[in-house]
């Protein structure tokens, strides 16, 4: 069946403006980390992609090495693209990055020039585009000279396989050393990529969060949910099926018991406020416009549907975030922060 977006799908999506750029993006972008590879049924992928689109998302991300099979999800991306969204390509955002593991042998992997220009063309050619929107430097290498990994960024917008630039998982040091030598290429650092979500509040205590207001530089938190664990998924323990039971990047030791009693008094809130949990997660991580969109994934429609419903909501009592303090006790962040999947940057 031919898919015809929705005609109201901008009426309520809020839009920000990406840092001192030109670029708006929604407050919700959809990320392609997991359920978009070989291990999820393509109609899911389908029907994920066109909610999103009809809620408002514009923005949708990637990185070469999400799958779970390396490539995988760009592929599954490009697929749909062409049979799904072929005439609608100029109102999306379409990003990858370039950082993790490939391909075997020296140049698979990190932030070489070598490897970043040659896996920007092979995603490109994964979903069969001719640029992406924005193309990131995924992970900050402690080998290579910044002022290589950077020019390579330049390079990747002067050839115009991209039309802007941005890293991810940097901290506040490297960010301030990276955005300076795009400023001196030309090519402007448009955003930054970190996690971010109640209980992993490591740009806070960087100073990155500040740094990248100060900078112009825009922010898209990745997991605001905390790997499902600020949803209504773990408040009655771990059920089966979860990322906690399939060893995808969420630890069940996280999940305590002393961590489920909190999550319900999270919960207890969040219906005080007229949301759901994730709701007032996602909302928690866009207050006061520190942070520009909030960058979640999906494995059903339906998830799609109720994050959305975080933008109708986006204001918070002093009390409010004092309870939420309480309850995301310290306890909990410092087990977060201790997570081998979700440690702050480099």
């Given at each position: 069946?031919?898919?015809?977006?929705?005609?109201?799908?901008?009426?309520?999506?809020?839009?920000?403006?990406?840092?001192?750029?030109?670029?708006?993006?929604?407050?919700?972008?959809?990320?392609?980390?997991?359920?978009?590879?070989?291990?999820?049924?393509?109609?899911?992928?389908?029907?994920?992609?066109?909610?999103?689109?009809?809620?408002?998302?514009?923005?949708?991300?990637?990185?070469?090495?999400?799958?779970?099979?390396?490539?995988?999800?760009?592929?599954?991306?490009?697929?749909?693209?062409?049979?799904?969204?072929?005439?609608?390509?100029?109102?999306?955002?379409?990003?990858?990055?370039?950082?993790?593991?490939?391909?075997?042998?020296?140049?698979?992997?990190?932030?070489?020039?070598?490897?970043?220009?040659?896996?920007?063309?092979?995603?490109?050619?994964?979903?069969?585009?001719?640029?992406?929107?924005?193309?990131?430097?995924?992970?900050?290498?402690?080998?290579?000279?910044?002022?290589?990994?950077?020019?390579?960024?330049?390079?990747?917008?002067r050839q115009g396989k991209a039309l802007y630039v941005g890293i991810s998982s940097y901290n506040t040091e490297r960010t301030r050393q990276a955005v300076a030598i795009l400023n001196d290429l030309g090519t402007p650092c448009v955003i930054h990529q970190p996690s971010y979500n109640m209980l992993n509040r490591w740009v806070e205590h960087d100073g990155?969060?500040?740094?990248?207001?100060?900078?112009?530089?825009?922010?898209?938190?990745?997991?605001?949910?905390?790997?499902?664990?600020?949803?209504?998924?773990?408040?009655?323990?771990?059920?089966?099926?979860?990322?906690?039971?399939?060893?995808?990047?969420?630890?069940?030791?996280?999940?305590?018991?002393?961590?489920?009693?909190?999550?319900?008094?999270?919960?207890?809130?969040?219906?005080?406020?007229?949301?759901?949990?994730?709701?007032?997660?996602?909302?928690?991580?866009?207050?006061?416009?520190?942070?520009?969109?909030?960058?979640?994934?999906?494995?059903?429609?339906?998830?799609?549907?109720?994050?959305?419903?975080?933008?109708?909501?986006?204001?918070?009592?002093?009390?409010?975030?004092?309870?939420?303090?309480?309850?995301?006790?310290?306890?909990?962040?410092?087990?977060?922060a201790l997570s081998s999947e979700n440690k702050g940057a480099i």
């Amino acid at each position: 069946m031919t898919y015809t977006p929705a005609e109201n799908r901008y009426e309520t999506m809020k839009y920000r403006r990406c840092g001192n750029s030109g670029l708006k993006l929604p407050a919700v972008s959809l990320g392609l980390w997991h359920n978009f590879g070989d291990d999820t049924p393509h109609q899911t992928k389908r029907d994920i992609l066109h909610t999103a689109f009809d809620a408002g998302i514009t923005h949708f991300d990637l990185a070469n090495n999400y799958g779970p099979r390396p490539g995988a999800a760009e592929s599954a991306f490009g697929e749909i693209l062409k049979t799904d969204f072929a005439g609608y390509r100029d109102e999306m955002i379409i990003s990858s990055k370039a950082g993790y593991r490939m391909w075997d042998g020296p140049y698979g992997e990190w932030g070489s020039r070598k490897y970043l220009m040659s896996s920007c063309d092979a995603s490109l050619k994964r979903m069969g585009l001719d640029y992406v929107d924005i193309f990131y430097s995924h992970r900050f290498d402690p080998d290579t000279p910044l002022e290589e990994t950077m020019g390579a960024l330049d390079s990747i917008v002067r050839q115009g396989k991209a039309l802007y630039v941005g890293i991810s998982s940097y901290n506040t040091e490297r960010t301030r050393q990276a955005v300076a030598i795009l400023n001196d290429l030309g090519t402007p650092c448009v955003i930054h990529q970190p996690s971010y979500n109640m209980l992993n509040r490591w740009v806070e205590h960087d100073g990155l969060k500040d740094a990248l207001q100060e900078l112009g530089v825009g922010s898209i938190a990745f997991t605001p949910l905390a790997q499902g664990m600020l949803t209504n998924k773990y408040l009655g323990g771990i059920p089966e099926g979860s990322r906690a039971t399939q060893g995808k990047s969420l630890n069940p030791s996280m999940v305590s018991e002393r961590a489920i009693a909190n999550l319900n008094k999270l919960n207890d809130l969040a219906k005080q406020r007229g949301q759901t949990l994730a709701q007032m997660a996602i909302a928690w991580v866009l207050r006061n416009g520190g942070i520009t969109t909030a960058l979640i994934g999906a494995s059903k429609p339906s998830q799609v549907t109720d994050c959305v419903g975080a933008v109708a909501n986006l204001e918070f009592t002093t009390e409010e975030l004092d309870l939420i303090d309480e309850y995301a006790d310290e306890e909990q962040i410092n087990l977060w922060a201790l997570s081998s999947e979700n440690k702050g940057a480099i």
